[in-house]
């Protein structure tokens, strides 16, 4: 069941900051606070859905066509037109990356590791 208490809901409310990117009515992107790379943006709906299969199942419409506005709009603001990757992990027990807040967010990613992760990034991405 969606927690109405998790740290991105309260960013939506407004009840703790965010470095904002991009906002429209349905979507809101804001830099991750412990990026791995030098670009490393969160891409969050509005609504209350707890991963991408809930936000795709059960969006509207609109609300899925505003999430993806602001992705776009989102890679525009950080110059990111190719060479990036996104993530969605869905689940504390996801077999890859597990999810740790659980309001949908898409991960967008680019440019250079932080250093201090290499060791980390070249495991998992043997
Ligand atoms: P995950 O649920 O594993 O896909 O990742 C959640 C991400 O949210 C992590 O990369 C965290 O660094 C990030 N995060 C957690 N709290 C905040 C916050 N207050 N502002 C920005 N990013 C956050």
């Known amino acids: 069941m969606y927690d ?4 991105f809901a309260k960013i939506i409310r407004g009840e703790i900051p965010c470095n904002k990117v991009c906002e429209n ?14 670009k490393h943006v969160l891409i969050i709906p509005k609504g209350e859905y707890e991963n991408i299969l809930d936000f795709a199942k059960n969006a509207a419409p609109e609300q899925q066509a505003g999430f993806w506005q602001c992705f776009v709009q989102t890679a525009d603001a950080l110059g990111i037109d190719a060479n990036f ?4 992990n869905a ?36």
């Open 4 to 7: 109405k208490d998790n740290v």
């Open 85 to 88: 990757n996104i993530m969605a």
């Open 25 to 38: 009515d349905f979507a809101l992107s804001f830099y991750d606070v412990n990026p791995m790379f030098s």
């Open 91 to 126: 689940g504390a027990d996801a077999a890859f990356i597990k999810q740790s807040v659980f309001h949908f967010h898409l991960h967008l990613v680019a440019g250079q590791r932080r250093p201090e992760l290499h060791h980390l990034l070249d495991e998992i991405c043997e």
